[in-house]
């Protein structure tokens, strides 16, 4: 039997997500949340498996971090402040939940003598990029978000990591995520905006911003086909991988989607300016060449991830109850 | 008279030169140091001048900082840990003194509504990069040390601050600096082995590592030149610039220039391997075009610059007696 994996932020979307995946293929998982925006509920399959434990904790309890690792042949760290928007109402809270948590993760790995890692970063981690398709190697940019700036701050370390501790390190990074268990980001918004008003629905920006989505089943096979790379070195890894759809669409365009896919015709108001807020990167498309050289391909459409997230988050409304929490 | 320009690290090496030029500028100077690595001796001749302040603070000590800062015109940050070559025995430093640290400054800041930073981060950011002479837009490289680390993610969130709030910010990217008050590096240890035994020296490396040296004279000029940039942008600005020689020098060439000027014949011994430590870069040359077209150029070559380093260590051998301090 494989040794078991540790995925932090196991009750988040991405991570409950993940956890199902190793399940189903018959790995050994420990699930490590703080249960600060994970739910209870996005676990409740995997409780059922005798090849899953959960340890409620803290990225900021390093003992316990250790010790929930220690045995683990490898650490999928996923759990952070994933909440782009609000970054300048709460300054420190990105370096705090994504670089200092990082830190941890990488001390306890250490103390722990885990050697593997993948690492979810982001693609605003290249700000104000002009580089469309956006590569790994792209010219060095500017930040423009705290998000992005933690989790680019975190991708240094743990490269650092690699090369003075012969970590074996894989990061991946995302763009937006959709699918089930999606509990924050445009569509969420969209989707609870129509169910307490059926007739208007408030957008920021102009509608024109550009973004790619990938489905959290096209994510979670990324995640597992950069797993695989590097295991065999013994003198430390570490690789960049974007990971995204080769196409974007618009934010009117989704807001469409969305209307038809809940059979609603609102009228659609636009706060206006070129992103939706200060940081926001109106124009995100990967390249994800990297990727699919592995064998790697989304499987999902844009236009399908937004459906189904939609019609998942009818069939979950209870979701929009606690909507507090995932903000 | 314009507003006092605060200065943290002015204890150290490159920060009391800089304050001695502000000085000789006519400007009102607080400096701002916790003395860890800091020497009093250094500030001894600005320490005579009505126009200089000085602060012992920590940068940890948000309120003293914050007061510190208040009325300041300009923030100058330099403190930091500036030992790359140990950062594997104390794998969270460079994090705490060089990130965290960087994130308070920033938060004081805010509180104290100051505006003007110049930051000093270092050609390190630029990892594993191939491209040589490496330009400020690089591709994006693959840190390989913590200190390294550190700085990237100071830059970032300092970027993301100008982009969020309003900040003008400069960001300079030094290669190492040589000159008086140089108290850690390479000339100096060759010159404290020296000192202990003048007919052998040992040098980490082959002595092929070529590296890039600037005096610090031209180090603070550049600073000068790069905070008089974007002075009177109201949206937040921040751009990056690389300070260093268009010269590299191998480290065997300058222990010959070292043994020269100190009219020593040592047997050099090599501890072998292409670089000096883990995570060391063993090629540097920053592409300094950007600062030149503002009219900086250099004025040393890294040869002066050595030769005039090894002359202050000989007029100051005091400095060796406390080595335990700078390391």
Not at 71 to 96: K, S
Not at 152 to 163: K, T
Request: net charge negative; proline share 3%; glycine share 10%.
């Amino acid at each position: 039997m494989k040794a078991p994996i540790l995925v932090t932020g196991a009750a988040g979307f991405i991570g409950s997500n993940l956890v199902d995946r190793l399940l189903a293929n018959g790995a050994v998982v420990v699930g490590y949340d703080n249960f600060s925006t994970g739910r209870a509920e996005f676990l409740a399959a995997a409780e059922k498996s005798q090849r899953f434990g959960l340890v409620r904790g803290d990225l900021f309890d390093l003992s316990k971090l250790t010790a929930a690792m220690s045995g683990c042949g490898a650490v999928i760290h996923l759990a952070a402040n994933a909440d782009v928007r609000h970054g300048l109402e709460h300054p420190l809270r990105d370096f705090e939940q994504n670089t200092a948590g990082t830190m941890n993760v990488l001390e306890a790995m250490r103390a722990a003598a885990v050697r593997d890692l993948v690492f979810a970063s982001t693609g605003s981690i290249y700000g104000d990029t002009a580089t469309f398709p956006t590569p790994e190697d792209a010219p060095m940019p500017r930040q423009t978000s705290l998000y992005g700036a933690s989790k680019m701050a975190a991708e240094g370390f743990i490269a650092a990591y690699a090369e003075g501790f012969g970590l074996r390190a894989r990061i991946c990074r995302f763009v937006s995520i959709l699918g089930p268990r999606y509990s924050h980001g445009h569509v969420f918004d969209f989707c609870r905006q129509l169910r307490a008003n059926s007739k208007v629905l408030h957008i920021l920006g102009d509608g024109r911003a550009q973004k790619s989505y990938l489905a959290v089943e096209d994510c979670v096979a990324g995640i597992l086909a950069v797993l695989q790379q590097g295991s065999e070195s013994e003198a430390g890894f570490c690789e960049t991988y974007n990971l995204g759809t080769e196409e974007t669409c618009r934010v009117s365009e989704s807001a469409q989607w969305i209307c038809e896919t809940l059979g609603l015709a609102p009228t659609l108001e636009y706060g206006g300016g070129d992103r939706g807020w200060v940081g926001d990167n109106p124009f995100i498309l990967l390249d994800t060449k990297k990727l699919q050289a592995l064998g790697w391909k989304p499987r999902s459409t844009i236009r399908e991830g937004v459906a189904n997230t939609v019609e998942w988050l009818q069939a979950n409304p209870w979701i929009f109850d606690e909507g507090a929490k995932t903000q």
